[in-house]
């Protein structure tokens, strides 16, 4: 099973480019934004304890993206692999995802990250913001979402980086373009 991390901050097209890497290779999409987000508009008991979090642009408990990940991966064990985006996002939740994998004999296979500077990511969420009136992307959300990337993030390329799983690639572009670079690291 191959399991690929798709990495960057906010804004820099990972979810675009995990749906096409996921159909491109058979693999399942998992975005723990789309599916707090999904929690959140249906009301659900866990919906309503993440949204006050969510609209403040701060990370959801660790202890609870695990949780949510391991049900992932549990009720889909007869897929090939897995695109997972916008996880982790700390340390402790790449060690935690490690551990979780090693409990059911799997583990990370790839960590790509999509680099993209900072004025083009502001540019892109506030456009983001305003063509799907996304209400966690308001200026000021956006810009405390960039310092969290920063903040709790940016050390898992080191993490990654001494296991030897840690790949850049530029995430400035067209989409086919970001596309094409990305498919030419990925080797299942």
Known sequence: M??????????????????????????????????????VSQGTPLGLKVKAVMEAGHLVSDALLIE????????NSDV????????????KQAQELDQMLLTHGRNVSLVLALEVNEEELVKRLLKR??????????????????VQYHHHTKPLIDYYKTKNLY???????????IFDQLCTVIKP
């Open 80 to 91: 090939k692999g897995f695109v997972l985006d916008g996880f982790p996002r700390t340390l």
């Open 129 to 146: 913001a305003q063509d799907q009136g996304r209400k966690d992307d308001t200026e000021e959300v956006v810009k405390n979402r960039l």
């Open 68 to 75: 949510i990940m391991e049900s992932v991966f549990v009720n």
């Open 2 to 39: 191959f399991n690929l991390i798709l990495f960057g901050p906010p804004g820099a097209g990972k979810g675009t480019q995990a749906v096409k890497i996921a159909e491109k290779f058979g693999w399942k999409h998992v975005s723990t934004g789309d599916i707090l987000r999904a929690e």
């Open 167 to 177: 790949k850049e690639v530029f995430g400035e572009g067209s989409i086919e373009q």
